[in-house]
């Protein structure tokens, strides 16, 4: 079957590229942009040279900060009304996964309208809302280059996967030296979250040639550098490999898809609000271990990639090593369980048919090489709660 591949039509790589802002309009015919970040960013100063450049430029962009991690239907609904005050032509995100997600959803409402709800999956939105241009700051969540966003709803605990050509940003600039003053934490957090990416998006049933090669290339530039960030956030050469990786695990999961990790994923942030990388992160070495005698060459191809296995290794023995591997990622990043990290544990297990029921109904567990039932998945829950 053929693989429809869908990218940003422009791709501003390297330090400084955030600074390219104004010219990136021109190309694009654009001058009235609205931008879409969050309070923290706004208070730390990475907003003020991209708002004084537009200044310089003569054009006139209206700031919304109050997007909020795991974007609700009302902070989307909050920027939308921003939005609407001003005659705008495109929206510009600028920040993680949150204020990149909550830039798409509100350039999809602006022109379409309706409710948040009435765009998850399965329904598909490929007409297209208002341009996006995104900006990240955060070497994570890919959702740059991705045509999906996620948006909580805050009624239902449901975390709601949006999906369509109409989320890919028509540009994205991605600026390593916007993250070199990230927490650690966060660089744990994200770094996990695109080496989830590209495992996931490499094993997935809908891999293609194209996402196959990204994948590859996004693994060998996160594994030997996520320790080295999480080491020495100044790192400059390991943080720009870590963005060109998120950058590369956006664009493979994109084009092919995520699979059980982010399926389970989705419930613990939505009902504990665990941050999305951090909830990988939990998930990932449990569930590779699980699926991979469904897919052994793939994953071994996965830990060559990575550099914890030889090209003369056996698959079998290459696998054992990626599962360690994860681990050890984790103990070293400091990477918590649910217990350890506060969540109530008799919560967590009268949850787990609710997460079940979600994991499944988002779609993403289907895709894995190894297609859980909902008592399959239980089970996995129930065995990541302890560690």
């Keep these: 079957m053929a693989a429809a591949i869908a990218l940003p039509r422009t791709l501003c790589l390297g330090g400084g590229a955030s600074r390219q802002l104004p010219e990136i309009l021109a190309s694009l015919g654009l001058s009235r942009p609205f931008l879409v970040s969050d309070e923290f960013l706004a208070g730390s100063g990475l907003i003020d040279p991209i708002l004084a450049d537009l200044a310089a430029a003569g054009l006139e962009a209206r700031l919304f900060t109050g997007t909020v991690p795991d974007p609700t239907i009302a902070s989307v609904e909050a920027g939308l009304q921003a939005l609407q005050q001003g005659a705008h032509d495109c929206v510009i995100g600028i920040g993680g996964g949150s204020p990149l997600d909550s830039a798409k959803a509100i350039a999809v409402l602006a022109v379409h309208g309706g409710r948040m709800a009435d765009y998850k999956v399965p329904h598909v939105q490929d007409a297209p809302g208002l341009p996006v241009i995104a900006i990240p700051t955060t070497a994570g969540t890919g959702s740059e280059a991705t045509r999906v966003c996620v948006i909580s709803d805050e009624e239902t605990d449901e975390k709601m996967l949006c999906a369509g050509l109409a989320y890919l940003p028509v540009a994205a600039l991605v600026d390593y030296e916007l993250t070199l003053t990230k927490p650690r934490r966060l660089t744990a957090d994200t770094g996990i979250d695109s080496l989830t990416h590209a495992i996931e998006a490499y094993v997935s049933r809908r891999a293609n040639p194209f996402s196959d090669g990204a994948a590859l290339s996004a693994m060998r530039l996160i594994a030997p550098n996520l320790r080295r960030v999480w080491a020495d956030p100044s790192d400059r050469p390991a943080r720009e490999a870590m963005m060109a990786g998120a950058l590369q695990g956006g664009i493979t999961f994109s084009n092919s898809s995520v699979a059980l990790v982010h399926g389970m994923s989705r419930p613990i942030g939505a009902h504990f609000h665990v941050p999305h990388g951090l909830s990988n992160a939990m998930l990932l070495p449990a569930v590779t271990a699980w699926s991979a005698p469904f897919a052994t060459a793939r994953y071994a191809a996965c830990a060559r990639a990575m550099g914890i296995a030889s090209d ?27 217990a350890t990290h506060g969540i109530d544990g008799d919560r967590w297990h009268a949850l787990i048919p609710t997460m079940c029921e979600q994991a499944l109904a988002s779609g993403s567990p289907a895709n894995n090489p190894r297609v859980p039932t909902g008592e399959e998945m239980a089970r996995l829950y129930r065995q990541v709660w302890g560690g």
């Excluded at 003369?312 to 918590?336: F, H, K, T």
């Design 312 to 338: 003369a290794e056996g698959d079998q023995s290459a696998v054992v090593r990626l599962v360690e591997e994860l681990a050890a990622l984790n103990r070293d990043l400091e990477v918590p369980t649910p």
